[in-house]
Each structure stands twice: as structure tokens, then as C-alpha cells.
Nanobody
Framework: QVQLVESGGGLVQAGDSLRLSCAAS????????MGWWRQAPGRDLELVAA????????HYAESLKGRFTISRDNAKNTVYLQMDSLKPEDTAVYYC?????????????WGQGTQVTVSS
């Protein structure tokens, strides 16, 4: 099992950058695929970015490619989301997710979320 705590959210202006961090505690962080999701008011949860166990394989929402970058540091049990050229439509609660499959069963763990607000 893993516990996740996000940080780094806040209020910024359009065009600014933010880096979110997600610190994991528990066992075997490097065995988990990690992802960032977001939920804006009145909208569904949306996958922002994900990476495999060592960050060598990444996936991004098509609309966010080139502005957001996911990375991880397994020595620090932390995954990051670098967000550049922020837009008001990026305003949402951002959640960190850890996923692992064990004996064919998928397990998902979530952080509590961090608010990102982008003003125009």
C-alpha cells in the first residue's frame, strides 16, 4: 500500500508555471505507475499525465502535450508535474495516482488533491 500527499498548488496568473509534487510513503514506490489527474468544477476527472515505474515511458492528454511534463525520482519517492504556460482552463483540483497490478488485480491509490487556480 502507498500513501500520497500532493503539494505545490496555488493561485497563479495565466502564462505562469507551477510544479506539483506528490510524495509517497509506504512500500515499493518504484513498482507503481504514477499519474496526475485533474477535476475542474462541473467536469469529469481527466487524466493529465502518467509514467511507468522509472519515468521512461510517459503519456499525456493530447491537449496538454508540450506544456506539462511528468517526472519521478524514485530515490525520493516523489513524482512531479511541471506545468508551463498555464491557462485559466487549467484551473482544477489536481490528484496524484499510484497504480500497480498484483496477481492480475489492479490497485489504485489517490492523494487528497491540490488546488490550482489560474487567473486571466
Amino acid at each position: 500500500q502507498v500513501q500520497l500527499v500532493e503539494s505545490g498548488g496555488g493561485l497563479v496568473q495565466a502564462g505562469d508555471s507551477l510544479r506539483l509534487s506528490c510524495a509517497a510513503s509506504g512500500q515499493a514506490f518504484s513498482t507503481y505507475a504514477m499519474g496526475w489527474w485533474r477535476q475542474a468544477p462541473g467536469r469529469d476527472l481527466e487524466l493529465v499525465a502518467a509514467c511507468n515505474w522509472n519515468g521512461g515511458d510517459t503519456h499525456y492528454a493530447e491537449s496538454l502535450k508540450g506544456r506539462f511534463t511528468i517526472s519521478r525520482d524514485n530515490a525520493k519517492n516523489t513524482v512531479y508535474l511541471q506545468m508551463d504556460s498555464l491557462k485559466p482552463e487549467d484551473t482544477a483540483v489536481y490528484y496524484c495516482n499510484a497504480m500497480v497490478r498484483r496477481v492480475g488485480v489492479r490497485y489504485d491509490y489517490w492523494g487528497q488533491g491540490t488546488q490550482v487556480t489560474v487567473s486571466s
